[in-house]
């Protein structure tokens, strides 16, 4: 059985790109899934996946909730922590996607992919998310070990200095010529920490 994905919004019945008749409607179909995840093939079936079929052909078309109940369906195989749940912890909470992001040591854009069900955490951070949402002392420690993490490198920041006058350094970061107009708009838009 062929898997093709329908992004089309048309109207039930629909035409079948594989026989050319118009007999695609929604069904609901038994599914053995094997998905990659975490660098590992997970075979597993779902009982009733939710897809568009032509009636003529049998092809099988996904559809945004076949998505997302197989994304729900491999959570649930492995013990992960699906969207709805991250969602949910985070809103009883009163958490931001952002304050997750930083707890936990990973970019923003990886924790909206996760709340959006575009993407699936590892099983690790899955451990990870489970005791930070199910455990103050977790969610403490981590957000102060972040404060402090975010300090320190700050800190770093800031103590690194390059002696220009060594020839490695000339030669590592060649001195460069600034039209006066270039030097004047930068002294315009220099900001002055606050004392």
């Known amino acids: ?9 048309k109207p039930y019945p629909r035409r079948c790109a594989e026989c050319n ?54 959570c649930e195989h492995l013990g992960l922590v699906h969207a709805d749940d991250i969602r949910r912890k985070l809103s009883e909470l009163g958490l931001s996607q952002r304050c997750l992001a930083s707890h936990l040591r990973v970019a923003e854009e990886t924790v909206s992919r996760w709340v959006n069900g575009l993407s699936v955490p590892s099983k690790s951070l899955s451990v990870l998310m489970q005791l930070y949402f199910n455990l103050p002392e977790v969610r403490q420690a981590l957000s102060s070990d972040s404060a402090l993490q975010a300090e320190h490198t700050e800190m770093m920041r800031r103590s690194i200095t390059i002696d220009m006058s060594m020839p490695s350094a000339r030669s590592a970061f060649p001195l460069r010529e600034f039209p006066e107009a270039t030097l004047r708009r930068q002294r315009e838009f220099e900001l002055n920490p606050a004392v």
């Open 21 to 74: 008749e118009i007999a695609v409607q929604p069904a609901t179909v038994s599914y053995d899934a094997s998905i990659k995840h975490d660098g590992k093939v997970h075979d597993f079936s779902i009982d009733r996946l939710p897809v568009d079929q032509c009636g003529k052909c049998h092809e099988v078309y996904m559809t945004n909730e076949s998505s997302r109940k197989k994304s729900r369906a491999l």
């Open 1 to 9: 059985m062929k898997i093709k994905l329908n992004l089309s919004d």
